[in-house]
């Protein structure tokens, strides 16, 4: 791989890393100078908007959302004159919480857009598809498409 693929595979990779370990300040520094969406939902860009909008949707056990978030198939395109790169992934997220056994919960894809700046590369967009929806009970407040209310805890 180029140190251009390893940077931004670093980038896909750490999102969820940081996800899985709670981290949502940290995953939304990723998005300091991009865009944060999924399909047919309003964007969010910055950090601040992003670390709202994981706050409020994403439910957590102790600090953790007690998921795996398993990226493959990731594809990564650079136009190294432009300073540009797209990468195309498939994502799994699995959960296990005290009565609710290990399963997947949501599959889809990530559609990423990066630019680098002074020699660094960053994320500029990604946009999130949802290919199959499992039981989300545990993992997200509210459902796919239905706006969230407050948020919780399950500490």
């Known amino acids: 791989m180029s140190i251009g693929r390893d940077a931004i595979a670093t980038l896909i990779f750490s999102?969820?890393?940081?996800?899985d370990a709670g981290d949502f300040a940290g995953v939304a520094q990723l998005f300091a100078h991009a865009t944060y969406r999924t399909e047919g939902r309003p964007?969010?860009?910055?950090?601040?908007?992003?670390?709202?909008?994981l706050k409020q949707m994403v439910a957590v056990y102790g600090g953790i959302p007690r998921t795996k978030h398993v990226t493959t198939n990731t594809m990564i395109e650079i136009d190294e004159a432009r300073g540009s790169a797209t990468a195309r992934s498939y994502f799994t997220v699995?959960?296990?919480?005290?009565?609710?056994?290990?399963q997947?919960?949501?599959a889809?894809?990530?559609?990423?857009?990066?630019v680098c700046v002074e020699g660094v590369w960053r994320f500029s967009d990604r946009l999130i598809f949802v290919d199959l929806v499992g039981d989300?009970?545990?993992h997200l407040q509210g459902t796919i498409g239905q706006p969230r209310t407050k948020p919780i805890?399950?500490?």
Do not use: K, W
């Not at 999102?15 to 996800?19: H, K, V």
């Not at 889809?108 to 990066?114: K, V």
């Open 15 to 19: 999102y969820a890393e940081m996800l």
């Open 43 to 53: 964007p969010h860009r910055g950090t601040d908007e992003v670390l709202a909008v």
């Open 108 to 114: 889809g894809r990530y559609h990423d857009c990066f």
């Open 94 to 102: 699995f959960q296990a919480v005290e009565s609710f056994p290990l």
């Open 136 to 138: 989300l009970s545990h």
């Open 104 to 106: 997947a919960v949501i």
């Open 153 to 155: 805890s399950r500490e």
